[in-house]
């Protein structure tokens, strides 16, 4: 990497991983989009496009390939729980090197499992808040104002070229702390709006006692997992977030895809049970979206 740009793979360029690519290959960056052929075709051909109000609208060229076959210094892992086995095999251990693996899955799990895969001292855990959706191959739509990355790293260059490049970055010391952080916030958001195929201002609304209980419970397994968070502190997020934004999990199940419940609901179940701690209200979520009836799409 120079003191200028560096090289970064994009391992999933969805909504996530779109933003994130199109923000450094728009900032000078050499930037690599790793997906299924049909899909790498249409970005070595058309690149990728934003819609956002915060950084407007661009459109800006990428490489693309079905398989990383340089290092680069960087590679962001921004597939889904759900299809992480099958897209490593883009990314082989022996091209990685002295490159930089971040992960930005929901849930805990994914981090040991890559650390299986490749170096573990090069591979930094890193969670974000964003609500990015790819509506098309290479065309994403980035709707809330907000795009905030943490990682559990000093990793200066990088951290300087994302800011550069627009996107909020916040340098954590606390590994664990900083997955559950996330997933204090994610798993009642996601959950809740799974199951009641409703956006966020619905559920703090109509569906507040619900999510007053399952946030109890959540928190209460994070701050034994070494999170410092509060029911109160994610209520309070809850509140301030726009009301028509939707979880990752919701789309996809609109869209009839299989949804992380494992990796995000299972999670919290598996750690509360580490921990002692009941959690009937998340459980019963858990298994009504395990219920096929439940978690069909919407006609």
């Known amino acids: 990497m120079t003191s200028t740009t560096m090289t970064v793979a994009i391992l999933g360029p969805g909504g996530v991983g779109g933003l994130i690519g199109a923000l450094l290959a728009r900032d000078g960056h050499r930037v690599i989009c790793l997906a299924g052929e049909e899909t790498a075709a ?13 950084y407007g609208d661009f459109a800006t060229p990428v490489e693309a390939d079905t398989v990383l076959r340089e290092p680069a210094d960087v590679t962001f892992v921004t597939v889904k729980q759900t299809s992480l086995a099958a897209a490593l095999d883009r ?23 890559l650390r299986r895969e490749y170096p573990a001292a090069r591979v930094v855990a890193g969670t974000i808040r964003v609500e990015a959706a790819r509506t098309s191959p290479g065309h994403i739509t980035h709707t809330s104002p907000f795009n905030a990355l943490d990682l559990a790293a000093p990793l200066d260059g990088i951290v300087s070229h994302l800011r550069r490049a627009g996107v909020d970055v916040n340098l ?30 619905v559920i703090r609304g109509e569906r507040r006692s619900e999510l007053l209980a399952v946030l109890d ?48 609901g299972g999670a919290v179940l598996r750690a509360a049970a580490a921990h002692g701690i009941d959690a009937p209200a998340t459980a019963r979520l858990v298994a009504e979206l395990d219920s096929p009836a439940v978690a069909e799409p919407r006609p």
Do not use: C, Y
């Open 42 to 54: 249409v970005l070595r051909r058309d690149g990728l496009s934003v819609r956002s109000e915060r």
């Open 91 to 113: 990314v082989p251990p022996q091209v990685v090197g002295d490159g930089v693996v971040i992960p930005l899955l929901n849930g805990i799990d994914h981090v040991a499992a």
């Open 172 to 201: 954590r010391t606390d590994e664990s702390a900083m997955l559950w952080d996330k997933l204090s916030f994610l798993a009642p958001f996601a959950l809740l709006t799974t199951r009641h195929r409703a956006p966020v201002g």
């Open 217 to 264: 419970e959540i928190t209460a397994v994070a701050r034994a997992a070494g999170a410092p968070v509060t029911a109160e502190s994610v209520l309070s997020f809850f509140d301030r977030v726009p009301a028509t934004m939707k979880s990752s999990m919701q789309r996809d199940a609109e869209n009839g895809r299989p949804i992380e419940l494992d990796a995000i």
